[in-house]
């Protein structure tokens, strides 16, 4: 089976930078679409980011711009670039994979999902 583990979250000041990865093991199709989500304290899991398995990405609006999602498919990574943090990205961050022709308007298209890594921004 697929797993997700997420790293680089940490506690940034506003206008900062980050750098989440997110490594997996196990069978995972290069084909997958694999996505960045988040989840704040009383609010729903949004999607912030996604990439398919030909490089195409979207991107939530509150993100555009400003954060950058890319993969390694020979490494089997996800990163997220994130850039002029604000207090409004403070979230848990966590990355899925698993699905196929979606993104990441749609989370429930994704069958794999990691722990989570925590961005906290003041």
């Known amino acids: 089976d697929v797993q997700l583990v997420e790293s680089g979250g940490a506690s940034v000041q506003a206008g900062g930078s980050l750098t989440l990865s997110c490594a997996a093991s196990?069978?995972?199709?290069?084909?997958?679409?694999m996505g960045w989500f988040r989840q704040a304290p009383g609010k729903e899991r949004e999607g912030v980011a996604s990439?398919?398995?030909?490089?195409?990405?979207g991107y939530a609006s509150s993100v555009k711009g400003r954060f950058t999602v890319s993969r390694d498919n020979a490494r089997q990574t996800l990163n997220l670039q994130m850039n002029g943090l604000n207090s409004d990205d403070t979230a848990m961050y966590y990355c899925?994979?698993?699905?196929?022709?979606?993104?990441?308007?749609?989370?429930?298209?994704?069958?794999?999902w990691g722990q989570g890594t925590q961005v906290t921004v003041s």
């Open positions: 899925a994979a698993g699905a196929f022709y979606t993104d990441y308007q749609h989370p429930s298209d994704f069958k794999y």
């Open positions: 196990g069978p995972l199709y290069h084909s997958y679409t």
């Open positions: 990439i398919d398995g030909d490089g195409h990405t």
